[in-house]
């Protein structure tokens, strides 16, 4: 008899530019029990992406870096939305919110994305992420 478990991811892929803000939030997500890989840049979160086929809570990315936006690395990153829950753009305007949703709102994207100030809600950060599932279902016998 075949019995499903349901596991739940609790990796994420933090991108920033800005070395320190990365490892600020990356330590932080740590510290809250969630194992947390890192990216300088889209291009480099992409690479991560095609290289790696673990299963990804949430892609939690700054919107403002050269090269690649975050808006952009989102749109890119949605072919493997098979592996993740949500996107999650951190902002330092939160008045930005309204254009990127509208720019993001005629990307067809597979799964929802959220947003937060930058700076000042590592709280609310956590609440979207603690309400977050990636069902991976393993067959048991």
């Given amino acids: 008899m075949n019995k499903k478990q349901e596991i739940v991811s609790k990796t994420i892929l933090v ?41 990804i809570l949430a892609l939690v990315s700054d919107f403002n870096m050269p090269n690649m936006m975050g808006d952009e690395l989102i749109y890119q990153a949605n072919k493997y939305t098979n592996r993740f829950c949500a996107f999650v753009l951190a902002t330092s305007q939160p008045d930005d919110h309204p254009q990127i949703q509208q720019l993001l709102s005629s990307r067809h994207l597979k799964a929802p994305v959220y947003y937060v100030e930058k700076f000042s809600e590592k709280n609310r950060l956590i609440e979207i992420l603690d309400s977050l599932t990636l069902p991976l279902i393993s067959n048991r016998s």
């Fill in 15 to 55: 991108v920033d530019d800005e070395a320190d803000l990365r490892e600020f939030i990356s330590n932080f997500l740590c510290s809250m029990g969630y194992e947390v890989f890192q990216a300088s840049s889209g291009k480099s979160a992409l690479e991560f992406l095609t290289q790696n086929q673990k299963p």
